[in-house]
Every structure is written in structure tokens, then in C-alpha cells.
């Protein structure tokens, strides 16, 4: 079975940039809407973005719209966060995830597939 795989994260200082990246190493999930989240320590995963499968629609989360942008390239089964003008507010570890449906969403319990996480870490 395939897994979500992610990547990308580190360290950075206050304003700086990373990208992550999930890769669909089985090619499970290649028909489906994915989702990235973050889940800061001692706080609940919260939503980040979304994209559908076709890349045509994409959701953001207030606290980011504007500095992240979320992308895929299905011939490389891959979705990416972009993330600039990064602040330690960011700091957490970021997770893919993967639906069943082609139309992605903000909520977590419609994502049944979940890759382990990267951490991404702020500095001030």
C-alpha cells in the first residue's frame, strides 16, 4: 500500500522560506485531493491547505493566506507547501494528508490517509 512521505523540513530563521513535499510513493492517492496540517506541541492538528486533485481550487487557512502557497504535480504523484515570510508562529510539525474524493477540504476527519510529519522549526 502506499504511503504519504514528507519532506522539507528544518530549521529557519524569522522571514525565511521552505518547501515541503509529499510524495505518493505507491501512487495510492494519485486521483485524490490532498491536505497539508500542523500540529504545534501541546495543541491540536489544525488545517494549513488544500488542493484539489486537479490543482484548480485551493484552500488556505487564514493564519497563512497570503504566504504559503500549495501545489502538485501529478506526474510526480507530489503535492508542495511553499511556505514564505515565515514567523516561529509557523513552528510545528507539518503533515500531508490524502481523500478519497477529488475536491479537497479544510477538515481533518474527511482525510483518512496521513503521512508521519516534518518538522518545521521558526526561529525569533
Known amino acids: 500500500q502506499g504511503q504519504l512521505v514528507e519532506s522539507g523540513g528544518g530549521l529557519v530563521q524569522a522571514g525565511g522560506s521552505l518547501r515541503l513535499s509529499c510524495v505518493d510513493s505507491?501512487?495510492?492517492?494519485?486521483?485524490?485531493?490532498r491536505g497539508w496540517f500542523r500540529q504545534a506541541p501541546g495543541k491540536e492538528r489544525r488545517f494549513v491547505a488544500a488542493?484539489?486533485?486537479?490543482?484548480?481550487?485551493?484552500y488556505y487557512s487564514e493564519s497563512v493566506r497570503g504566504r504559503f502557497t500549495i501545489s502538485r504535480d501529478n506526474a510526480k504523484n507530489t503535492v508542495y507547501l511553499q511556505m514564505n515570510s515565515l514567523n516561529p508562529e509557523d513552528t510545528a510539525v507539518y503533515y500531508c494528508?490524502?481523500?478519497?474524493?477529488?475536491?479537497?477540504?479544510?477538515?481533518?476527519?474527511?482525510?483518512?490517509?496521513w503521512g508521519q510529519g516534518t518538522q518545521v522549526t521558526v526561529s525569533s
Open positions: 505507491g501512487r495510492t492517492h494519485s486521483g485524490s485531493a
Open positions: 488542493i484539489s486533485w486537479s490543482g484548480d481550487t485551493t
Open positions: 494528508a490524502a481523500r478519497d474524493t477529488m475536491s479537497p477540504s479544510s477538515n481533518r476527519y474527511e482525510y483518512p490517509y
